[in-house]
């Protein structure tokens, strides 16, 4: 999610209020175009990261510069706070997403820590790693989540399940993994293997979760170049938020194989705007957001915003 320079709501139903609503009134609000960006914080320093967007459009976006999180919707261009930043000691945060059960996890970046909220805002845990540890990004399998290390280029485990959110313990270490990260970063899951992109030498890991065996995802296309801040995969769709630095910035689409071992570039999408640094993508329906979180400019300059990814859908 950061990059290595320093990613159910119940409608009551109204019959009797339904009823007055006209149908050309009923068309034109579902057919309400929905804001091409959103304002995250006008806070000097947020600098936002992560982000996710739940099925009922409801938005999530971490700042990495202070710890807070933002929640919005969206049908609404303005983001409110969710968690005020600093408490529960969470200085930082990264990677943000909610679980099977409707849970909010975040990961707390410098502070070492994944949190658990519930919908309100309720802590409802706290998991430490060891001390120095950088968590980043994390993905949720049927029963446990795993959370990258960018500081010690790692990989934790945590069991998860509808009663709650178990210790972090190492699962995979640097030592075991070939090539060496530098800068394990963006990281999903297709049910049998991880993917999780490592920064500092442009490549994607394939990680078989029975196993832990490790190789690299064979690219094919935009220079054999796949590695990811963000992940988005949906089905064998994968997308990758690719920093090379310099204004560079496209969400790069690509299609894998069968088992995962392979990935062909489709795509990408037009360049980030110099200084937007966008870090972490997620989908709302038939387009893709992505965070401009201005690390290339941190602290940066408000308002930070969340905006529709340029071309590519």
């Known amino acids: 999610m950061i990059r290595r320079r320093t990613a159910a709501t119940v409608l009551l139903a109204a019959p009797l209020i339904a009823a007055t609503i006209q149908p050309s009134a009923q068309a034109q609000q579902h057919h309400h175009p929905r ?11 947020d600098t936002p990261e992560g982000i996710e967007v739940t099925r009922n459009g409801t938005i999530y976006v971490t700042s990495v510069g202070t ?5 919005g919707t969206v049908r609404n261009p303005t983001l409110r706070p969710f968690l005020p930043a600093g408490s529960d000691g969470r200085t930082s945060a990264t990677g943000v997403h909610v679980d099977h059960w409707g849970r909010v996890l975040v990961a707390g970046a410098s502070t070492s820590k994944l949190y658990m909220y519930d919908a309100r805002g309720h802590l409802l845990a706290i998991r430490p790693a060891a001390e120095g540890s950088f968590l ?10 795993y959370v990258t290390d960018s500081a010690h280029n790692q990989i934790w485990r945590a069991s998860l399940t509808r009663e709650g959110l178990g210790q972090l313990k190492p699962w995979l270490t640097r030592d075991k993994i070939q090539p060496k990260p530098y800068f394990l970063n963006g990281i999903v899951n297709d049910g049998h293997n991880l993917l999780v992109g490592e920064q500092g030498q442009d490549v ?3 990680v078989d979760l029975r196993t832990k065996a490790v190789t690299t995802l064979e690219i094919t296309g935009a220079n054999g170049i796949l590695s ?8 064998r769709r994968l997308y990758a938020v690719y920093n090379a630095g310099g204004g560079k910035y496209v969400t790069r689409l690509a299609l894998l194989n069968a088992d995962s071992t392979q990935a062909e570039i489709l795509a990408d999408s037009l360049p980030g705007a110099t200084n937007s640094t966008p870090t972490t993508v997620a989908r709302d329906r038939n387009r893709l957001l992505w965070v401009n979180s201005q690390l290339d400019a941190a602290p940066g300059t408000p308002p930070y915003t969340v905006s529709v990814v340029p071309g590519l859908s």
């Open 35 to 45: 804001p091409t960006s959103y304002v995250v914080s006008t806070t000097p320093g």
């Open 136 to 145: 980043n990004d994390f993905t949720f399998t049927k029963d446990a989540v």
């Open 204 to 206: 994607t890991y394939r």
């Open 228 to 235: 990811g801040d963000g992940y988005l995969l949906e089905g």
């Open 67 to 71: 710890g807070a999180v933002y929640r």
